[in-house]
């Protein structure tokens, strides 16, 4: 098991920018796959980025390839989410999770997740 905290969240105006940071508790993190969800008001959580253990692989969904980057440094056990040319649409909770099995768009395959944090993009 491990614990994630995300943080980074805010209020943005359309064009803008954010880093999200998810740090992780336990020696084990660089175990782990890392992914990034997010959830509007009265949509279904949709993929956003994944990381493999090694953060050799990575995986975007359409609306983030180009404006998204993850990243992670297994030294500090975090994991990062830079979002620049942020949309109105960009605004959800975003959310951390974790796998022991390979990276995956698919968020049934996450075992633990963080409470989520706010990002909110102006128009």
């Known amino acids: 098991q491990v614990q994630l905290v995300e943080s980074g969240g805010g209020l943005v105006q359309a064009g803008g920018s954010l880093r999200l940071s998810c740090a992780a508790s336990?020696?084990?993190?660089?175990?782990?796959?890392m992914g990034w969800f997010r959830q509007a008001p009265g949509k279904e959580r949709e993929f956003v980025a994944a990381?493999?253990?090694?953060?050799?692989?990575?995986y975007y969904a359409d609306s983030a390839k180009g404006r998204f980057t993850i990243s992670r440094d297994n030294a500090k056990n975090t994991v990062y989410l830079q979002m620049n040319s942020l949309k109105p649409e960009d605004t959800a909770v975003y959310y951390c999770?974790?796998?022991?099995?390979?990276?995956?768009?698919?968020?049934?395959?996450?075992?633990?997740w963080g409470q989520g944090t706010q990002v909110t993009v102006s128009s």
């Open positions: 990381i493999s253990w090694s953060g050799g692989l990575t």
């Open positions: 999770a974790a796998t022991i099995r390979k990276a995956t768009k698919d968020p049934s395959e996450y075992d633990n």
């Open positions: 336990g020696r084990t993190f660089s175990s782990y796959a």
